[in-house]
């Protein structure tokens, strides 16, 4: 099955830029989408189609795509963005997340 | 707004069964696809099924084919999962999600999200 490839932690200090990579073969051909997930609480959607931030989102989450990797960027960390983070694509068999990438916020 | 809440989870034996509900309100339920995605305790997301508007198209992941059956009733604004031949390793919290853009039939994203329901297949 396809596989969505990404870090299992990052760690940044409040105020610093954090990238989360996802790496998959079929991500220039399909959109990605991230999603945050905070302990005991659901997903919440913060970028799709690869770069495209849903209303309510914070300007400070952004989302680029290169070749077979997308990054998630979070720009001037808070420390409320320590969360759990997945990105999401598909290929013609099925929807597939990535392992999830934890953000630690020092 | 949009809400979708989740019931039906429980404890059941393995080869058991159970039936999840996901009730769909503040938004026109018959318009779009839906999905449902389970995540195992302290494990990652794992995209399950989803369904066209119509209910005419279904997909399912291959760890739940052929065992899980997902269904709607546009009238009643719900969506089901039925879930058979239940083993551990479906032991997970199950979210039902709704498909984001209308305009897309596939490689959809996840827009709202109920706040799921907990299934644990053990003996």
């Known amino acids: 099955s396809y596989e969505l490839t990404q870090p299992p932690s990052v760690s940044v200090s409040p105020g610093q830029t954090a990238r989360i990579t996802c790496s998959g073969d079929?991500?220039?051909?399909?959109?990605a989408y991230w999603y945050q997930q905070k302990p005991g609480q659901a997903p919440v959607l913060v970028i799709y189609?690869?770069?495209e931030r849903p209303s309510g989102i914070p300007e400070r989450f952004s989302g680029s795509s290169s070749g077979t990797t997308v990054t998630l960027t979070i720009s001037g960390v808070q420390a409320e963005d320590e969360a759990d983070y997945y990105c999401?694509?598909?290929?013609?068999?099925?929807?597939?997340f990535g392992g999830g990438t934890k953000l630690t916020v020092l | 707004q949009v809400q979708l809440v989740e019931s039906g989870g429980g404890l059941v034996k393995p080869g058991g069964s159970l039936r999840l509900s996901c009730a769909a309100s503040?938004?026109?339920?018959?318009?779009?696809?839906m999905s449902w995605i389970r995540q195992a305790p302290g494990k990652g997301l794992e995209w399950v099924s989803y369904?066209?508007?119509?209910?005419?198209?279904?997909y399912y992941a291959d760890s739940v084919k052929g065992r899980f059956t997902i269904s709607r009733d546009n009238a009643k604004n719900s969506l089901y999962l039925q879930m058979n031949s239940l083993r551990a390793e479906d032991t997970a919290v199950y979210y039902c999600?709704?498909?984001?853009?209308?305009?897309?039939?596939?490689?959809?994203?996840?827009?709202?999200w109920g706040q799921g329901t907990l299934v644990t297949v053990s003996s």
């Open positions: 999401q694509s598909a290929d013609s068999s099925g929807t597939y």
């Open positions: 079929a991500l220039p051909k399909q959109y």
């Open positions: 369904i066209s508007s119509s209910g005419s198209t279904i």
């Open positions: 999600a709704r498909d984001g853009d209308t305009a897309m039939v596939w490689g959809n994203y996840f827009d709202y």
């Open positions: 189609k690869d770069s």
């Open positions: 503040g938004f026109t339920f018959s318009d779009y696809y």
